[in-house]
């Protein structure tokens, strides 16, 4: 089966948040599966200059007001790529999603470069039986397969996060190639607006999002607009959990780590705390409780809640660290509570990837507190290092961390803590627990074992997406 996924971003090259990690990895599972999946994405400069080029597959004179576009062949390390190469929109340097005057535009012309592939196949006729696009940047991609000729291949759509949902002016509709009969519920319109993630929630031929929870969330509350669409689609939507990279997120092999361990060697791990503290600026104090926090400083991941029980947790005797940017104001925030204890809590803004591995190798607690979390790496990435994730019950936190009771200590199945509501209350008397637990060594390393042999790799995910494929009905081309 040939596959090509759309996406916006791909580790290393290009990375926001946790779309770049899924894209770095499944395609990379799913070709070990025996399809053939490649990747289109922009060819940001970075990207270019990375990368190994292979020549063109498709060249267009004008696309979507932009000037002269290519689509060009090129490899990464186990992972065949093509780049649409535009640089009026994509030869800029920052965020991807930055530069709002012509956003519409830029990422309806990596939509509309996707479903040339899946219709017309490149240069050395390689087709697509699948277009799988990942978030609103690849929203319109089942559109211009839906509104335009010839063959059809399946269509499908990945929500990494509903929240970001790509609506732009009705007035861009015939720039954006779209027909007019197109501006329909049934089609692009979204509230008066072209809904980008809408259209291929409406038209693409199944629906995926990275979750069993954030699954049925959507369809609820947590839907952003689109849980009625969602409730229609029930039957063509799947939950399927992301996984992580055993390849970058192994703390046996971490070449970012001043000492690696494993399950069978934990010991190992003790050296990585005093190294992480140092560099943090935090006292090297071997018996204080050591939580983290390592998130985009945005309401929906809740570190605000962790703001209200900055100065109980220093009361208890524990630290904190802190790795994120964000909202402007919880950066203060968190740096006032830094210059408030000295030594005791410490904060880096920014994101910082080999900072990032020490803080899971040498946390006891991973604070992710989120409002809403559609899976969430960063609980998995803990567990994987052997810290214990402490973690709202939403989404895929909900399914990939099993909270501490009496009942899962007795079985062996607790792997971190949970709370429910979203108030720093309930975040304090989660804590409280954790605080708890850490006074009982012999339980800690329970619990704390459990979550490091948990499988969280990227077969299992692969091999579920494969299945969903197959249940689309074949188009007879």
């Not at 055993?246 to 361990?261: C, G, M, Q």
Request: aromatic content about 10%; overall charge neutral.
């Amino acid at each position: 089966m040939n596959v090509l996924f759309v996406t916006s971003e791909l580790f290393p090259y290009v990375k926001t948040g946790g779309l770049g990690d899924v894209m770095a990895a499944l395609p990379r599972a799913m070709r070990a599966l025996g399809a053939d999946v490649r990747v289109l994405l922009p060819a940001y400069p970075a990207l270019r200059e990375a990368v190994d080029l292979q020549g063109e597959a498709a060249a267009f004179p004008e696309l979507m007001g932009g000037g002269p576009a290519r689509i060009l062949r090129a490899d990464a390390p186990g992972l065949p790529l093509y780049l649409l190469d535009q640089p009026t929109f994509f030869d800029r340097p920052g965020n991807p999603y930055g530069h709002p005057g012509d956003l519409a535009r830029r990422f309806a012309a990596l939509a509309w470069a996707a479903a040339h592939l899946g219709r017309a196949g490149d240069a050395e006729g390689w087709r697509p039986d699948v277009l799988h696009g990942h978030d609103w940047p690849a929203g319109l991609v089942p559109a211009y397969v839906a509104y335009g000729d010839g063959p059809r291949p399946a269509t499908v759509m990945t929500i990494h996060n509903i929240a970001f949902q790509g609506r732009f002016p009705a007035s861009l509709l015939g720039g954006l190639g779209l027909p007019r009969h197109a501006f329909t519920p049934e089609g692009v319109e979204f509230h008066g607006d072209i809904g980008f993630l809408k259209a291929g929630l409406r038209l693409a031929d199944r629906l995926s999002t990275v979750s069993p929870t954030y699954a049925r969330e959507i369809q609820q509350a947590n839907g952003h607009g689109l849980e009625g669409l969602l409730t229609h689609r029930n039957g063509s939507l799947r939950g399927i959990l992301n996984g992580v990279d055993r390849v970058i997120w192994n703390p046996a092999t971490d070449h970012h780590l001043v000492s690696r361990y494993d399950l069978k060697h934990p010991s190992r791990r003790a050296p990585n705390r005093p190294d992480f503290q140092r560099r943090m600026g935090l006292q090297e104090d071997p018996g204080a409780p050591l939580f983290v926090a390592v998130s985009r400083l945005d309401p929906l991941k809740g570190l605000d809640l962790v703001l209200d029980n900055v100065d109980y947790l220093v009361t208890r005797g524990a630290q904190l660290a802190v790795i994120g940017t964000g909202d402007f104001h919880a950066e203060g925030a968190f740096r006032q509570a830094a210059q408030r204890h000295p030594g005791q809590v410490a904060v880096f803004i920014g994101y910082d990837e080999a900072l990032a591995h020490r803080a899971f190798a040498a946390a006891d607690v991973v604070l992710v507190p989120s409002r809403q979390e559609p899976c969430g790496l960063t609980q998995l990435y803990a567990q994987a290092y052997g810290a214990l994730p402490l973690v709202r019950r939403t989404g895929g936190l909900a399914d990939t961390v099993v909270g501490m009771s009496p009942e899962t200590l007795a079985n062996d199945t607790a792997t971190g803590f949970q709370f429910e509501a979203a108030n720093g209350w309930a975040l304090g008397e989660a804590i409280n627990r954790a605080l708890a637990l850490f006074q009982d060594p012999a339980t800690w390393r329970q619990v704390q074992r459990r979550g490091m042999a948990a499988e969280f790799g990227w077969e299992a995910p692969a091999r579920a997406y494969l299945d969903l494929y197959a249940t689309i009905p074949s188009k007879g081309y």
